[in-house]
């Protein structure tokens, strides 16, 4: 009787692919397949398939939310609370917030600013202020504001852009305490669900599509269109661009953000690409995702609330 010889099916894997029936996914003379289901692993550059590592040991024993850290601050909400978690690994209670209402952090100088769209401040030190207008440091005839209690902040050109609903209001030049709410404003048709800076302007998304808003420092930003579907809000990362291939990208600071098409990414002069569109089709999920860049293993994690 004859001998028969092995066929290797599976040696390696191209990602995850559920764009396509399970039976339908092309199978490859190397055996290196996309894989129907993936779960708890990662892929690495070689195609192999390795179990993700584990977590390291708790530090919080309460649920939280909307952590956030640059190094320095690192902040979080917990109950009804706004904490501080220390380079110790202990925390500090910063004020009352709203139950369950994500929060946003913005950090301008050695200010923490944040959001949640109920509640606004800043952290500085290990204390939290009010974030109002104070004394205009010019003179002026128009009538300035507070800053507007938003959703999602973000910096760009010397200016606080704040995200209030379907509207995003722009600070004065260098004075994130100071809004024209008559004048500076971009409104959009829905709700604002991402809210980045490039180097030459603000990524942003409302429900229905992503938009690029490109300008300097004190002119009016010109607005295009450029993905017809939104952002999942809090999937938005700022990356370097050697981490997705270098090559015209490499040393850019870049964003990625999760879609329902795919993950894709968006840099200066209105670049953007969709990574995964012919691969991966996510959830629709109520509440929004959040996204995590780890930088020593190149790997964008999306997750998303059950």
Sequence with gaps: MARVQPVTIFRGASGLNNKVDAARIVRTEEAVNDL??????????????????GFGGQVVATAC??????????LYVS??????????????????VTQGARM??????????????FEKGYVYGEASYSWVMGTYPRSTNRTLSSPPIGHLLCWYGGRMFIAENDIVWASEPYAANFFDLGDAFYKFDSRIRMLSAVSDGLWISDDKAVWYLAGGRTDALRQSPKLTYPAL???AKLINGDSVGGGELAGQELI???????ICIAGPQGYCANLTQRRLVYPTRSRYASSLYLA???????????
Excluded: Q
Excluded at 65 to 74: A, F, N, R, T, V
Excluded at 297 to 304: E, R
């Design 36 to 53: 129907a289901a993936a779960f708890n692993v990662d892929i690495d550059d070689l195609n192999r398939v390795r179990r993700r590592r």
């Design 65 to 74: 939310h909307s952590l956030w850290s640059d190094g320095e601050y690192c």
């Design 79 to 96: 109950g009804n609370g706004l904490y501080m978690l220390r380079e110790n690994m202990t925390t500090k209670g910063l004020r009352n």
């Design 104 to 117: 946003d952090f913005c950090r301008v100088d050695d200010k923490v600013y944040y959001c949640n769209g």
């Design 233 to 235: 809000e809090g999937s």
């Design 256 to 262: 990625a953000f999760t879609t329902p098409e795919g």
């Design 296 to 306: 020593d293993d190149n790997v964008f994690i999306t997750t998303l609330d059950p």
